[in-house]
């Protein structure tokens, strides 16, 4: 366990032009949870963290909105204009100017670190007695990234941006992650001492390695073995290939707690989603957002989970299946074509073919809630209007549109009586016949 202050800056200004993008690049969502969200969960995580600051500029209301929604108590700076990363910095610098501490730097588009990683690097920094520590990680194709420079002894001497590279430099595997250690008092003055004397005339981050190198100051780099954790995010394809790799671990992990998914190549599941041992995922079911699934139960195909769903054991979620923000206790069935929202459903319930619980009124933009008790039954294509109750072992006749509680044990039926015209089929066809002779 560390014995240090930490404070932790985001960047989170820059307006990600290679996005294409009306949307700043840090709120585009991963599972519905924008970059920036992943990225403030893994800092908030780190030993001793104890404040987090994040650099907003671009959209600046918009991403301000978000943390402070997300994350009290997280400072917001603007940055305007972007003049780089290390301009970036710079903002926050009054803030923090006297600061006695470690002080960590992340940018808003790298999703994949985790809090572990974070924590590892740290104590990395803190066992070396470094001033200043860069996360870096060796990359077959380092195309857009800064490389990591070392001498011939192979000490590590300045970043590269690619841009500024030359051919040789270019052909270095090393790059910088864009997370670096600071222990602050050591390394504030490298701030001052930027400038945009390069290819894209912006102050960067990176050249206080260089710098401190100057300064003869202990520089370390703590290379990260797995790199697909700091894949930083800069087009919408980068955004696909992050998916899949925080999906394709989520996976991984829910099968190693006894989770059997048929197919992991069409199964979508959030990370924060928590399923029970032998609960079967059957192939194209996307699950995003938190959510609680139980033991033995059966998902899909076809099925789709939103967030805030807690299901219990022995739950059946079909094909078409849509659920969100509700509660579903054991022994349920919810088997197909039905849209369950902001809905408590309680156990050994069985909601037939088509039943959409209406819980949204595009008018007053309300959602209400549906409460549908034990033992209690809907029938195909029915319509329960929220905010409405159906208590235990009630049943709701096919096609039925329900707008007040129903009793325990009774029937509610809202239908036109069904009436039989005998024979009209023959009639029609005989007029029809005779009409052409
Ligand atoms: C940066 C690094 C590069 C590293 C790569 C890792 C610099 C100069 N380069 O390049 O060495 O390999 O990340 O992913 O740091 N931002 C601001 N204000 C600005 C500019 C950027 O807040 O004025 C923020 C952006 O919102 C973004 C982050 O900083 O979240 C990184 O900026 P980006 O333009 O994506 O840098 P890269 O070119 O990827
Ligand atoms: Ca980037």
Redesign the pocket.
């Known amino acids: 366990m560390l014995n240090k202050k930490i404070k932790s800056i985001i960047?989170?200004?820059?307006k990600?032009t290679r996005m294409k993008s009306e949307m700043p690049?840090?709120l585009h969502s991963i599972f519905n949870k924008p970059l920036l969200g992943y990225v403030l969960d893994s800092v908030s995580s780190i030993d001793c963290a104890n404040e987090n600051i994040v650099?907003v500029?671009?959209a600046a209301e918009k991403v301000e909105e978000y943390v402070n929604k997300n994350y009290e108590g997280t400072k917001c700076i603007i940055?305007s204009p972007?003049?780089?990363?290390?301009?970036?910095v710079k903002k926050a610098l009054p803030y923090i100017k006297d600061f006695d501490g470690y002080v960590i730097v992340v940018?808003?588009?790298?999703p994949l670190i985790t809090g572990e990683t974070l924590s590892n690097f740290v104590e990395f920094h803190d066992n070396n007695h470094a001033d200043l520590t860069v996360m870096s990680a060796v990359f077959d194709n380092p195309k857009?990234?800064?490389r990591i420079v070392r001498d011939k002894n192979n000490k590590f001497v300045a970043?590269v941006?690619e841009k500024d590279a030359n051919i040789e430099q270019k052909s270095i595997k090393e790059?910088?992650?864009?997370i670096y250690c600071m222990t602050w008092s050591k390394i504030i003055g490298a701030f001052s001492s930027l400038s945009n004397n390069n290819a894209q005339n912006?102050y960067?981050?990176?050249d206080i390695v260089k710098w401190a190198v100057e300064k003869n100051l202990n520089v370390q780099s703590y290379i990260l073995q797995n790199n697909e954790e700091?894949f930083?995010i800069?087009s919408k394809s980068d955004l696909a290939q992050a998916t899949k790799i925080l999906n394709k671990k989520s996976i991984e992990r829910l099968m190693d707690n006894g989770v059997q998914i048929t197919d992991p190549d069409t199964t979508y599941i959030s990370p924060e989603t928590q399923i029970g041992q032998d609960t079967i995922i059957l192939p194209n079911v996307y699950i995003s957002g938190k959510n609680t699934i139980g033991n033995n139960c059966k998902i899909g195909p076809f099925s789709h989970i939103r967030d805030g769903a807690i299901i219990g054991n022995n739950v059946r979620i079909g094909n078409f299946v849509e659920i969100k923000k509700s509660i579903i206790k054991d022994n349920t069935n919810v088997s197909h074509l039905s849209y369950i929202g902001d809905s408590d459903i309680g156990s050994k319930v069985n909601i037939g073919a088509g039943t959409i619980t209406a819980n949204y009124d595009p008018i007053s933009k309300i959602k209400n809630r549906t409460i549908i008790k034990d033992g209690a039954n809907t029938g195909s294509n029915s319509v329960i209007v929220a905010p409405v109750t159906i208590n235990e072992n009630a049943s709701v006749a096919a096609g039925s549109i329900i707008t007040k509680d129903v009793e325990a044990y009774s029937l509610a039926i809202t239908r036109a009586p069904l009436k039989i015209f005998s024979q009209w089929v023959k009639r029609k066809m005989e007029i029809l016949s005779g009409g052409n002779k």
């Open positions: 960047l989170a200004a820059g990600g690049k840090v650099i500029g671009h940055q972007q003049l780089g990363t290390g301009d970036a940018y808003g588009d790298t857009n990234y800064g970043i941006e790059i910088n992650a864009g912006e960067y981050i990176t700091i930083g800069n």
